[in-house]
């Protein structure tokens, strides 16, 4: 017997993966929660269906929204992570010395929990005594702190269902207050493929809070195209301005100093969609 | 009814695609060529079952593999491409004035009716009174030219049937024989991420003829993994020492001289397969 798990990433296009088991699978309060085993990407977790990490390629994500933020910021104490209940964005921000407190804000305790038995490989960085687990709704914790995090990072789901809100001109409004002087978003903001209009939409929200707003892109084969963005909102720092020789030697398998870089040198097509 | 064409794009993942309907599928003599239109990608075309190339992203992949190579060259006035029946990237090559013989050798008349019939979008380029078209064996044209092409482009299917001589040093070799002096050759090299030997054995073959070869990579989202490379072999000029600013405004849709630059910023995983 053939497994196959298929994933409709739109209504037109799929990614299907042969699978050998599935670990888990359950109904939490808010989506249903699952790992699989596959042959192709080893362990993935999914959330109603739909891929959110994969063993075999979440080191491009979880450095790529981590490290680009953290290494532009020029010293980056506290920082938030929204969503990303698997762990593998705060595994990536405890590498940075520099960090004295990580808060993960994840509304469904069930992630946490899958990751940790299932995907230790991410859920590990959660360990660090510096990580605060809040399982709460992180519009209501963004909203509740002023001038607390230099760095917030939200790696929300799709904006469907419960990470509508976190898409939203109102929500970056209410980051922005969260953050210090220095501060530094980043929002996972899908694949300009297959989704430009919002990604020109997020874009423009984010840029109507915050007066630095850069879109950078990352190769994630278990994602819609395989090209997956991250628009960047900064009080003060550019991304593009950062000193490459400065950049701390982390322990990375994708993230380089000229890879931060070169993330932000777009395509033509994806250049019009953030041109004003 | 719906109707989905699935490419299994190694054994443990594919991808597939809602189709309206096929509107060709025939044998020639070296495979099955057919055409199918699809919601997502619009008009596709596949040999022996595997994606060619789609309306909707072969603009990266024909810009990225001869734009690279001809902005890398001081003066390409002989361009030949080997297989590329499509015509697409003989559509890119004839955008550059300096040109002024574009040789397409390709194996399979086929392939070169089918796209002229269903694919004008990349068929056009072929009209163009500088081009001319050899139905040949592209391995037998490049042993029987010496001295002849400024930019030899190999615009191969994957390393399987009658496009695995493509893949061996022996042909690199007399790829350069084939080339003038300054010349250049790019080859395209299938996904970093499902065939990180194939990248790193091919580059090795590629660096065994040429004093100067470097990887690149572009975002392709119906390629498997959507993360594809293609290796540049040069005789004298580097890619990386291009100056953008005397790079030719050209009529692109992802290729900029920035993203030319950028390509070659490899991720750390990358990096190492073409480390010796």
Same mark, same amino acid.
């Given at each position: 017997m053939e497994l196959w798990f298929t994933e409709k990433q739109t209504d037109h296009v799929g990614i299907t993966l042969k699978t050998q088991r599935t670990l888990m699978r359950q109904e939490s309060q808010y989506q249903e929660v699952a790992v699989i085993d596959t042959k192709q990407f080893d362990r993935v977790l999914?959330?109603? %269906?739909?891929?959110?990490?994969?063993? %075999?390629?979440?080191?491009? $994500?979880?450095?790529?929204?981590?490290? &680009?933020?953290?290494?532009?910021?020029?010293?980056?104490?506290?920082?938030?992570? @929204?969503? %990303?209940?698997d762990g593998g964005s705060i595994r990536e921000i405890v590498k940075h010395d520099s960090v004295e407190k990580a808060v993960l804000v994840e509304i469904d305790e069930q992630v946490i929990k899958a990751s940790r038995q299932y995907l230790p490989e991410l859920s590990s960085g959660l360990d660090d005594e510096r990580v605060e687990v809040l399982i709460? +709704? %992180?519009?209501?914790? @963004?909203?509740?702190?002023?001038?607390? $995090?230099? &760095?917030? @990072? @939200? +790696?929300?789901?799709d904006p469907v269902g419960p990470a509508v809100g976190l898409f939203t001109e109102e929500f $970056?409004?209410?980051?922005f207050e969260a953050l210090t002087d220095e501060g530094i978003m980043v929002a996972q903001t899908e694949s300009p493929f297959y989704e430009p209009e919002l990604v020109h939409r997020t874009f423009s929200r984010i840029s109507a809070n915050f007066p630095i707003t850069r879109l950078y892109l990352a190769h994630i084969p278990s994602y819609p195209s395989g090209m997956w963005s991250f628009t960047l909102g900064s009080k003060v720092c550019d991304p593009l301005a950062i000193d490459g020789n400065d950049l701390h030697a982390l322990d990375t398998r994708y993230y380089t100093p000229d890879v931060h870089k070169a993330a932000f040198c777009l395509p033509k097509f994806v250049q019009k969609l953030v041109t004003p």
């Open positions: 999914l959330l109603d %269906g739909v891929i959110q990490t994969t063993i %075999g390629d979440e080191f491009v $994500y979880h450095e790529m929204i981590a490290h &680009v933020p953290l290494n532009t910021h020029p010293n980056p104490r506290r920082v938030a992570v @929204i969503g %990303g209940g709460t +709704d %992180g519009i209501a914790h @963004i909203q509740a702190s002023k001038n607390t $995090y230099d &760095v917030i @990072i @939200i +790696d929300s789901t $970056y409004g209410h980051v």
